[in-house]
């Protein structure tokens, strides 16, 4: 039954999201509240949308539905929509929950924390480790992001891994294959998920607080740099569209 609900909301989806008065962004969310599958396998590739049963990737899943739509959205607008961490996609965050629903806001939210802004933690913590290092003189090393997982976790990146691989049930992508070419995307996401619980069982409010702090601030530099990032690339792209104009003016 939920596999026709889901092919009823594709359906559902492709007859409105053309239409001219549509909000396309704001049609897809509304699918995406009809969405009923916590995860699916499409053409041999499985998509985990809900981990856990808690945190949802509606990113993952709007990403599957407009790949359902063909080429009714440019891709350059469609990927930047996606690529974009703000928190509620754009809108504001009431009129974001209505058009999901209630339980997906709630877990787009454990998603966003639990996994997004974990990762940009893990990064920034990275980040200290290695700045130290160059503050202290010594060496780099390839060992920041082990000491990251150790500063966070309170272990190595490998002996996590096998722990989750154990307690989720993940099986390597081959045999005898080690745990950084077992991770699909979709394991990579469970693992830091998972981490993150691990992090929040360990620590105490006030570091959890300040952690939390940290990774959204990390997270909101990177997203400002990919921003001026994309900014200089449309310059340039105007830059050398003015050029080719100018040469086939002098042409003439």
Known sequence: MSAQEALAAISRLKSSIGSA???????VLEAIADWPLANEDVGGETFEYLIGGEAFNWRLLAQRLLGECGSVIPDETLWEWLSDSVLFAGFEEPDFMRAVGVDKFRAHLSYFYGVTVEQSLLVAVEEEVTHQRVGSGRQLSDGSLERAYALLYGDEREHLWEVFRLEAGVHA??????????????????????????RMERSDPAKIASDTRKGLAKLERMRQNDIRRRTMLQSDEMLNETRQRRRVTRGR
């Open 21 to 27: 008065e549509s909000d396309w962004k704001l049609t």
């Open 173 to 198: 992508a081959r045999e005898g294959w080690r745990h950084r070419d077992e991770h699909s995307l979709g394991s990579e996401d469970s693992f830091t998920y998972w981490l993150f619980k691990l």
